[in-house]
């Protein structure tokens, strides 16, 4: 019988190995009275996969608020330069997440997580972004912070991960 350490077991391990990580932080307060989609000033973090064979785990995290008490659609999306990844296909607006309002005064919610393991064949530097975006013309999106006043407020982040092959 040959006795299994540690070290040996990471010697012999396959792929799936963290090769680096990289994450970016974001503790003040965003707004945007923007249509359409708009990026999230100070949310995105590069990175430079050591092989076209890495895979790029992408965690973002966000602390969202809107202005809007009564019903407000508010998203985001998560991009690998300009291409959207982990995105949904089946509607119009093709968010990675988001959520509505509808009939409350508790105008934020922590903790809107989304997770993708992203394919990027490439050992060029790359730059994952978070992007939001809002449904009502006259409200306002927050990162950050809720909507009824700056009270209560949260953070954010993006972090990426090299996974090896």
Known sequence: L?????????????GGKIGQV???????????TADGFFDITG??????????????LVISDLALG????????????VLRGSTNIGISTAGSSNFSGGFNFYGSDTTYAFGNAKVFLDSPSST?????????TKQDSNGTFYLNRKGAGTGQGGASSITVMEVLA
């Open 2 to 14: 040959k006795k299994m350490t540690v070290s040996n077991l990471v010697a012999n391990a396959g």
């Open 22 to 32: 990289v994450s970016t932080f974001k503790a003040d307060a965003f707004s945007s």
């Open 43 to 56: 949310l995105s973090v590069s990175i430079t996969p050591s092989a076209t064979s890495s895979k790029v």
């Open 66 to 77: 809107s202005s809007n008490f009564d019903s407000f659609n508010i998203g985001f999306k």
């Open 124 to 132: 060029s530097s790359l730059t994952y972004k978070v992007q939001g």
